[in-house]
């Protein structure tokens, strides 16, 4: 399973959109040099409110561009950078990877799946009604959260668009992304 980064996205702010660039660099253990989630303690204001030890498991944000593309054909319109993602990816069902996927990212980067990305309300407020085109049920009835996944950097290196992205399954047994 192999795919392509189509854009990079970065903001020092806590903002809802993160600004495309034409390169980020991933830090190993901490995450987006320049971004306000950057981190080996979480950085999200709700989590640091809670617990501000916790781990970082959010440092860069993954969505595939196929999601976009979905929710162009639900009437929304939502370019790369714009739900927060640092990354954004073709070719790879994201949703599907289970925890600890290895994602080798151009040449040099590597990312460790950590979980999916639970969205939050204000997601309504950058477009009405998206939450709940981002957040669905199955046919049994499970939550099926959307808007992408997270991951630790395991291997710093600098990211464009364009560059490569394979996948490393990790050893079985697999386990389902879970929220984090």
Known sequence: MNGTVTAVSRSSEHLFTKPNQGSIRLLAGLGVEGDAHLGVTVRHRSRVAADPTQPNLRQVHLIHAELHE????????????????NVTTRGIDLLALPTGTLLHLGAEAMVEVTGLRNPCPQINAFQAGLLKAVVGRDEAGNIVRKAGIMGIVRIGGDLRPGDPIRVELPAPPHHSLERV
């Open 70 to 85: 979905e929710l162009a054909a639900a009437g929304f319109t939502v370019a790369p950078g714009e739900l927060g993602e």
